[in-house]
């Protein structure tokens, strides 16, 4: 089942399941915006909210996968999450979202004694980042720092923005010493070297932040986005502004505007860009390593990896508990993505 599946990610992972032979059952709150994507395709569907638990797992109970594409997952993934426990349903989503990450690993104890699968993060966010830090990890056993970086959404979708707009005020966050430590938004910026040359970075609370530390145990983490002088200011204000931004009426507006202005990257942009992904890890002894990742457009990235996770399921490579990419399918999982290649800059 594809939860969600008329929103701008959802409709891509339908689209290539589709493609690569899967039938899978369309569902989604809204019944008109289900029922064209069903009928597109010719396939089933459901429409439900996730109000309902006693519902929810009437549904899920005739599901072997569910893949959450509806966001922001900080409101979808808990309720979904404990009914693919009760109904002992494998749990997918794509979120990038740090505090979800962090709530569902908490689960992997009781999803190994139901022998299922919780894997959050199948898309941009976080499996080729996600297998960039094993890949580091490996090359470095004793790391004690990792940096990771990107530049790779030209454009966001929709839902990308709203979670964007709702945690506008909240901060930054990193890893250190092994645990979660706010910081003030934009707290570090540093040159990365990222699409052939170096870049300006700034540090953002990305979902690497908790899962990086659950593939590698490193316990020191920072996630960095490539940025511009302009951004930066703009992040920078957010921590004194960010209160203002985040008023309720202030908030009805802003989304109002990014409901109305915001599709996300076009075909032509899915099919011709690419992201970058670079990666640094340290030790105690000043010893550094350097890796860099090429992937196809991180849309285009989120249906491929998140259409192989689901055929990787189908055909029995299953593991059980709370799991990232890396840990489920080994840090070389990306590189078996048409468009991937991987280079060591140093």
């Known amino acids: 089942m594809i939860y969600g599946a008329y929103g701008y ?85 794509v979120t990038g979202e740090l505090a979800v990450f962090e709530w569902i690993a908490t689960k992997d104890q009781e999803a190994k004694e139901k022998g299922i699968t919780l894997l959050p993060g199948c898309g941009f966010d976080v499996v080729p980042s996600d297998c960039l830090a094993a890949m580091l990890k490996d090359e470095m056993p004793n790391a004690t720092h990792l940096s990771l970086a990107f530049k790779g959404v030209g454009s966001f979708s929709r839902g990308t923005a709203l979670t964007m707009l ?76 960010g209160w203002l931004l985040s008023l309720p009426f202030i908030q009805s507006m802003l989304e109002k505007k990014v409901r109305t202005s915001v599709k996300g990257p076009d075909t032509q942009m899915r099919k011709t860009e690419k992201s970058f992904l670079w990666g640094e890890v340290r030790n105690n002894q000043g010893d550094r390593k350097e890796l860099s990742l090429e992937t196809p457009e991180g849309y285009q990235l989120t249906a491929l990896t998140s259409v192989w996770i689901i055929q990787a399921l189908l055909e029995g490579e299953i593991k059980s508990g709370f799991l990232t990419p890396s840990k489920a399918f080994g840090k070389d999982m990306i590189l078996q993505i048409e468009g991937t290649k991987l280079t060591a800059t140093k």
Not at 195 to 214: C, E, F, M, N, Q
């Open 9 to 93: 990610t959802g409709a891509l992972i339908a689209e290539l399941a589709v493609a690569k032979g899967l039938k899978p059952i369309i569902a989604g709150r809204d019944e008109a915006k289900t029922k064209v994507i069903a009928d597109k395709y010719q396939l089933p569907f459901q429409v439900f909210d996730l109000d309902d638990s006693t519902n929810l797992e009437k549904i899920l109970s005739k599901v072997e996968i569910l893949m959450n594409a509806a966001g922001p997952y900080s409101k979808t993934a808990k309720p979904m999450v404990n009914a693919c426990l009760a109904t002992k349903t494998h749990y997918l989503d």
């Open 166 to 241: 709702e945690n506008i005020n909240k901060g930054g966050t990193i890893r250190e010493n092994g645990l979660l430590k706010s910081v003030p938004a934009a707290y570090k910026t540093r040159e990365v070297f990222l699409k052939g040359k170096k870049r300006l970075a700034v540090s953002i609370p990305w979902g690497d932040v908790s899962t990086a530390y659950h593939s590698t145990g490193i316990p020191n983490i920072i996630v960095y986005m490539a940025t511009n002088p302009s951004m930066l200011r703009g992040m920078k204000f957010t921590r004194y502004g």
